[in-house]
């Protein structure tokens, strides 16, 4: 498999690399977007003649779009303050369209397919607004506040009511209290297999149809889970809490 798009962008900002450096894959980036010689085929139609990023770096992948890449490619352009580009700006519209449209609760894995829960898209959305604020974005933040609160009600997992606690805390939204039952382990909630940060969707890649059935019966979807990654979610929780002046 080729490099992803966001994990390329987040190591460079992991390991602070220089300026001209994160320049460098921006500027590398913008060769593996959507465009006339190879475009997405199994998005929304409105969507298919959009410039934004694909999720993978290999010129003999297929585009692939995925919101939440797409948000880790924002944060990173903003977190190093890099000069806008056509995709940088097509991005934001699909991430902006797909939030006004509910298309991240209706169909979630469709338009996030390696993320693929609502929770998940939240999360991201808000970490690319808490970075610095974008205009166009700040708009859609109350529909994002309700929708968050709507889910953390429903939320089956405990990490996911983690996280949705989070995306409030960074829209400066004070989050109802995460209620333990006395009988449940801590570390049992933390390590819950039915959590899974990341997947690997391999009917994202395929043509519409076959997206649509490969995503509804899980055919060829791998989950990654990653308990210490868990327990780094739920330290980051904490330290908002901490930022907003809430005890824990």
Known sequence: ??????????????QRKSDSIASEIH???????????????NT????????????WFGKKMAIEFDMNVMSNVLYFVQYYNLPWTSSDSASLYFIEDVIKTNH???????VSPQYATLPLILYHV????????????EKLKPQLIEDTKRTLRTANTFIDKVILSTALLR??????EILIQSESQLIDLIED???CFFISNMGSIMSDNAKK?????????????CPAYNHVLLVENLIWCKRMGLSK
């Open 213 to 225: 059935m490969m995503t509804k019966t899980r055919l060829g979807t791998f989950y990654y889970y």
């Open 193 to 195: 297999e039915e959590f």
């Open 27 to 41: 500027q590398l980036m913008q060769a593996y977007a959507n465009n006339k010689s190879k475009r997405v085929t």
């Open 171 to 176: 829209w400066g939204i004070i989050p109802p």
């Open 44 to 55: 929304f139609p409105e969507y298919v003649n959009l410039s934004a990023y694909s999720t």
């Open 126 to 137: 808000s970490r690319l607004m808490a970075l610095k604020p974008i205009a166009s974005l």
């Open 104 to 110: 991240h609760i209706t169909v979630a894995d469709y």
């Open 1 to 14: 498999m080729p490099d992803d798009m966001d994990d390329t962008v987040i190591l460079p900002m992991a």
